[in-house]
Antibody, heavy 119, light 112 residues
Framework: EVQLVESGGNLVQPGGSLRLSCAASGFTVSTYWMNWVRQAPGKGLEWVANIKQDGSAIYYADSVRGRFTISRDNAKNSLYLQMNSLSAEDTAVYYC????????????WGQGTLVTVSS | QSALTQPASVSGSPGQSIAISCTGTSSDVGGYNYVSWYQQHPGKAPKLMIYDVSNRPSGVSDRFSGSKSGNTASLTISGLQAEDEADYYCNSYRDSSPPLYVFGTGTKVTVL
């Protein structure tokens, strides 16, 4: 069974840092581009970042570029998101997702992990 | 980055067909066949319904179909059913510097 499980979400103060993890099972992440997508409470989906199969290409949304770092460890079948300089606008459920088509078709999703930025 | 434009809500009766539009620019929707559609029920993760404008992943009902004309993509749901009531989002590759993906504003589908 294909499964993605995010972890690391928590309550953090403004200006703080957090590292999210996404563990995959039932398939090999090295085959696919991997993505992070977030959803603020009561709001729509926002694409955050993606990373190529071998890590040689990485792209970010304007809203997180320079503060967030996406990475992967294919040996551990895992994806990560290092988040620095967090602000209230970063409060959201963060999902990891697998791009099956390499053109944005995100078929496998995790259940999400909640990040709350508040003092 | 600006989101793609979708209607806030669309409704229909069971059995009817509805269409959801997703309007972008020549730098995203109009320039590439990299449009995908997602269904999201409350409290759940999104589900991929269509990718590359009109392709359905395995297991997705053929009542869902996608198309594109110019800078506007569309998701059509035929034979509307109660379980289709959900939020729907489009997504497109955007050829910017650097390139990125962008979601639509989202559409709430209500089955009357």
């Amino acid at each position: 069974e294909v499964q993605l499980v995010e972890s690391g979400g928590n309550l953090v103060q403004p200006g703080g840092s957090l590292r999210l993890s996404c563990a995959a099972s039932g398939f090999t992440v090295s085959t696919y581009w991997m993505n992070w997508v977030r959803q603020a409470p009561g709001k729509g989906l926002e694409w955050v970042a993606n990373i190529k199969q071998d890590g040689s290409a990485i792209y970010y949304a304007d809203s997180v570029r320079g503060r967030f770092t996406i990475s992967r460890d294919n040996a551990k079948n895992s994806l990560y998101l290092q988040m620095n300089s967090l602000s209230a606008e970063d409060t959201a459920v963060y999902y990891c997702a697998t791009d099956i088509s390499s053109t944005g078709g995100l078929e496998y999703w995790g259940q999400g992990t909640l990040v709350t930025v508040s003092s | 980055q600006s989101a793609l434009t979708q209607p806030a809500s669309v409704s229909g009766s069971p059995g009817q067909s509805i269409a959801i539009s997703c309007t972008g620019t020549s730098s995203d929707v109009g320039g590439y066949n990299y449009v995908s559609w997602y269904q999201q029920h409350p409290g759940k993760a999104p589900k991929l319904m269509i990718y590359d404008v009109s392709n359905r992943p395995s297991g997705v009902s053929d009542r869902f179909s996608g198309s594109k004309s110019g800078n506007t993509a569309s998701l059509t749901i035929s034979g509307l059913q109660a379980e289709d009531e959900a939020d729907y989002y489009c997504n497109s590759y955007r050829d910017s510097s650097p390139p990125l993906y962008v979601f639509g504003t989202g559409t709430k589908v209500t089955v009357l």
